[in-house]
Each structure stands twice: as C-alpha cells, then as structure tokens.
C-alpha cells in the first residue's frame, strides 16, 4: 500500500494551508498525521481522520474521503513550518506505511 | 509522564549486525493494547515503519526487511530490542522507537528522540 503526498506547499502566514494524502480508497481506513520539525521526532498531530490530540491546536482539521485524506492547517503560523506525514495500517499486509511527506513552508 | 530513549551504536560496519534498544517508562508493555515499534529516516527521506511488538508477543515486520529483522521485548525491564543484520549504507538513518497505546487508533501518540547510525567502513 502506498501513500502520496506532494512534496511541498508553500503558503503565507494567516491563510490555509491543505496536505493531501493520496491511497487507494483511502477514505476506508483511518489516517494519522504526524507534524516533524529539523532535528527533532515526529509529534502526532492527528488521528482516526479528523481527532485531535490533547495540545494540538484546533487551527489544525483533518478530512478523508475516497483517494485522498487531508490535513488542514488555517491561520497557519510560522511555528507550523515542518514536515507532515501520513499514515495508515494496511491490515491487508499488516503494515504501518508513511506517507512520502510534504514540506510546509511559511513565506 | 510516558517517555522513550534510544540506545545503540552510533558507528557501524557494513555486513555488521546493529542491536537498537528501546528504553521506555510510564507504561507498561504487558498492558493490552500497548505495542512499541521502530521507525527509521535516512538522511533528508521519509520515515519508514520497520516492525512492531505488542503486549502480547505478536511480532510484525517491514516485509522488504523482514529477513534482517528480529524484534523482542522484556517486559520486566521495559525494553524492546531491534536486532537489524547484514547492515548496508543504505541503512543509515536515525532510528526511533515509538509506542502505539490503541488511545489513539493505530497512531504513534508518544516517540524517542532518535538514535543516528552510520554504517560506514
């Protein structure tokens, strides 16, 4: 099973910004993102689609529907700049799989 | 306060066996639901899933690493070992240990800061 985000998004302090995360029929599993800044691990930042854990702010949302699941930052800030992966269980295979990753730059 | 700690090698040869031990506290792995799993991230890549142990004994593994791969645990003292062999250069990265407590589905809710390897001659 394979999970396919873009590689990056840019996007400018305040707006929205959008990660997707693309899977065959993706919407039938449960997606977690994760939020990792340079040099440091992954922190988790969303889980079962759209659950958030304790600490995350609510600016961050998520969705999944058909192929592709998406991770929803607005009013993002400068502190949001880091990479996001997504990731599932693929119980087909007994997998956890990552997603490719997606840098998010604040211009 | 659930913390994990890599521990390992930093410095390894090619063909070489690495031993990674994962130290945690604030939970117990005997606990149902409970799994602790390693991940792995190269240098400037993705992060890979390389196998997982639950509080139970049931092993899974990365199947394109599966042959490499033996993972165990000793509930007593709180750890879980990642035995990887045969190492290649490729196989350098920062190596974590994570635990997935089923709280939060089948997510990773609290991870190690990461041991570097280098497998180099």
């Known amino acids: 099973y394979e999970l396919t985000q873009p590689p990056a998004v840019s996007v400018a302090p305040g707006r929205t910004a959008r990660i997707t995360c693309g899977g065959n029929?993706?919407?039938?599993?449960?997606v977690y993102w994760y939020q990792q800044k340079p040099g440091q691990a992954p922190v988790l930042v969303m889980y079962?689609?759209?659950d958030r854990p304790s600490g995350i702010p609510e600016r961050f949302s998520g969705s999944n529907s058909g192929n592709t699941a998406t991770l929803t930052i607005n009013r993002v800030e400068v502190g949001d700049e880091a990479d996001y992966y997504c990731?599932?269980?693929?119980?087909?295979?007994?997998?956890?799989?990552f997603g490719t990753g997606t840098k998010v730059t604040v211009l | 306060q659930v913390t994990l700690r890599e521990s390992g090698p930093a410095l390894v040869k090619p063909t070489q066996t690495l031993t990674l031990t994962c130290t945690f506290s604030?939970?117990?792995?005997?606990?149902?639901?409970?799994?602790v799993s390693w991940v792995r991230q190269p240098p400037g890549k993705a992060l890979e899933w390389l196998a997982v142990?639950?509080?139970?004994?049931?092993?899974f593994y990365n199947t394109s690493l599966r042959t490499r791969l033996t993972i165990s645990k000793d509930t007593s003292k709180n750890q879980v070992v990642l035995i990887m062999r045969n190492l290649d250069p490729v196989d350098t990265a920062t190596y974590y240990c994570?635990?997935?407590?089923?709280?939060?589905?089948?997510?990773?809710?609290?991870w190690g800061r990461g041991t570097m390897v280098t497998v180099s001659s």
């Open positions: 079962h689609d759209s």
């Open positions: 990731q599932v269980w693929d119980s087909s295979s007994e997998h956890y799989v």
């Open positions: 142990i639950d509080w139970d004994g049931d092993k």
């Open positions: 604030g939970f117990s792995l005997a606990t149902y639901g409970m799994c």
């Open positions: 994570a635990r997935k407590s089923g709280d939060e589905g089948d997510s990773f809710d609290v």
């Open positions: 029929n993706i919407g039938d599993i449960r």
